[in-house]
C-alpha cells in the first residue's frame, strides 16, 4: 500500500475509531488529529491525543510499516522528538526517537476494509489515458458538477499567482501585464517564446506613446521583434519610422529569436498576429481598464473586434502579396484570449481588490462561452464526460494536467468515489 492512502484516510477519520489502543495496550483518545504537513518533518503538526490518563500536544508521524521510523533515518533526526504519535499500517517493529524513548504507536491494519488498499492500487498502477478511464461508470455523476467547479476555481488561483509575478514585476501595472498576457498567447505554442520576449524588449508604455497611427505601433512592433525584412514601399516607411523611434527611446530589437512559420496556417503567422497587435491597441489603448468596465460577454468580444491595417489586407509575409481578405482576429482565437488571458486577469484583479461581485463576472464569462475543443475534451467526452462550457473544459483541463497525469486519486472526488464506494 502507500502511506499517502494512509494520510487521506487519517485527514478524512476514515477508519474504525472504537477502542484504540496503542500497540503496548495503553487506551488512546484522539482529540486533535493535527494539520497535514506538505512540508520536511513530521506528517501531521500539532495534534493532540490521550494516551492512558496522559493528554500528549505534539506531531503525528504516518508510516506503513513501523520499521519505516529508522528507514527514514527519524530515529537520528531531533526534529522528530516531538513526535507523540507513530500511526502504522502494521507494526512490524518496536521504534524509538532521537532521545532513546519509546513512540507510543497505533496500528490501523484492521481498521477499514482492505478494498481500499486494492482499489487506491489498481487507479495509480493504470495505464489507461486516465487512472480511472475503466471505472467512471461507477460513479454518481450528479456530483461531477460540483466537483468541476472546484476545479475551476482551482486552475484560476493557480493562474492568479503567475498574475501576481507578472504584477509585481511591472510595479502593479494592469495594463502592462495584459499586454504580456495576450502577447504570449497570440503566438500560440509554437512562437509563445517569441512574443513573450518581444513583450519584454517592447515594453506597453512606450507602445502607447505613438497614438497618432497603427503604422507607427507596427514600426515599433516589427522592428523590435527584428522583422523589418520587407523591401516594398510600406515596409521601406515603417523602417524609416522604427529608426526614429529606436534612437528616441534607446531601442534594442530582439536577437536570435527564431519566428516559427512553418506547420501555422497563415492566420497564426506571427507577421500576422503583430499586426493585430498594433490594431487591437490602436483602436483601444487602455484595453485592461475596458475589460474590467464590459457589462457583458458581447462587450468582451467586441473589444477583440479588429483587423490589421490595409496592407495585410493583401499579405501575410512582407512583399508577397495574396488574394485580398481582412486579418480579422477570428471568432475562435477571440474565444481563446477571454477565456486563457481575459477571464484569468479579471479574477485576479478581483482577488486583489476583494471584490467578490467582480469575481463572479469572471466566472459568469467562462459558463457564457461555449467548451473549448482540444484533445483533452474530446476524450473525456469519449468518457461520457462532456464539457458544456467553458467553465467545464478548463475544469476538466486542471483534472487532467494537475490530478490524472500526476496520479492525484485521492484527492479527486472522481477517484474517491471509486476507492471508497
Keep these: 500500500m502507500k502511506e499517502e492512502l494512509l494520510h487521506y484516510l487519517w485527514q478524512t477519520k476514515s477508519f474504525d475509531l472504537a477502542d484504540l489502543e496503542t500497540t503496548e495496550g495503553e487506551t488512546v483518545s484522539l ?29 503525528i ?40 524513548q519509546a513512540i507510543p504507536t497505533i496500528e490501523l491494519k484492521n481498521r477499514f476494509p482492505f478494498s481500499y488498499i486494492d482499489d487506491h492500487l489498481k487507479l495509480i498502477s493504470s495505464l489507461s489515458w486516465i487512472p480511472c478511464a475503466d471505472h467512471l461508470s461507477q460513479i454518481d455523476q450528479s456530483k461531477v458538477p460540483f466537483f468541476l467547479e472546484r476545479l475551476l476555481v482551482n486552475r484560476l488561483e493557480e493562474k492568479c499567482k503567475r498574475i501576481s509575478e507578472l504584477c509585481k514585476s511591472t510595479k502593479n501595472d494592469w495594463e502592462e501585464v495584459l499586454y504580456k498576457l495576450l502577447l504570449r498567447y497570440l503566438g500560440l505554442k509554437i512562437n509563445s517564446d517569441g512574443f513573450q520576449r518581444l513583450s519584454e524588449v517592447l515594453p506597453y508604455s512606450i507602445l502607447k506613446k505613438q497614438a497618432e497611427s497603427i503604422q507607427q505601433k507596427e514600426s515599433l512592433l516589427f522592428g523590435q521583434a527584428d522583422l523589418l525584412s520587407g523591401n516594398d514601399s510600406y515596409f521601406q516607411e515603417l523602417k ?155 475544469a476538466l483541463i486542471e483534472l487532467k494536467t494537475n490530478y490524472c497525469d500526476k496520479q492525484q486519486c485521492l484527492s479527486c472526488q472522481i477517484g474517491q468515489q471509486i476507492i471508497f464506494q
Design 240 to 394: 524609416k519610422e522604427y529608426k526614429h523611434q529606436q534612437n528616441k527611446y534607446k531601442l534594442t530589437p530582439m536577437r536570435g529569436v527564431e519566428w516559427l512559420f512553418a506547420k501555422l496556417r497563415p492566420a497564426n503567422f506571427p507577421t500576422i498576429r503583430i499586426a493585430q497587435i498594433a490594431a487591437l491597441y490602436h483602436k483601444t489603448p487602455s484595453l485592461f481598464s475596458e475589460i474590467i468596465a464590459a457589462k457583458s460577454l458581447t462587450e468582451l468580444e467586441e473589444l477583440f473586434e479588429i483587423s490589421a491595417s490595409t496592407y495585410w489586407d493583401t499579405h501575410y509575409i512582407p512583399e508577397k502579396t495574396s488574394t485580398k481578405r481582412k486579418k480579422k482576429i477570428g471568432k475562435t482565437t477571440k474565444q481563446i484570449l477571454i477565456i486563457n488571458v481575459v477571464a484569468p486577469l479579471i479574477f485576479a484583479y478581483a482577488t486583489a481588490k476583494d471584490d467578490e461581485p467582480l469575481k463572479e463576472k469572471a466566472l459568469d464569462i467562462l459558463y457564457k462561452l461555449p467548451s473549448e475543443n482540444n484533445n483533452i475534451i474530446r476524450r473525456f467526452s469519449q468518457m461520457a464526460l462532456k464539457a458544456e462550457s467553458a467553465a467545464q473544459s478548463q
Design 61 to 100: 508521524e504516518i508510516h506503513t510499516l513501523a520499521s519505516h521510523w529508522r528507514n527514514h533515518r527519524h530515529h537520528n533526526d531531533i526534529a522528530y522528538n516531538n513526535v507523540i504519535l507513530h500511526v502504522v499500517y502494521e507494526n512490524d517493529s518496536p521504534i524509538l526517537n532521537a532521545n532513546n
Design 31 to 59: 482529540i486533535k488529529f493535527g494539520t497535514h504537513n506538505a512540508n520536511a518533518g513530521p506528517d501531521f503538526l500539532n495534534g493532540q491525543v490521550r494516551i492512558g490518563d496522559t493528554l500528549w500536544s505534539g506531531h
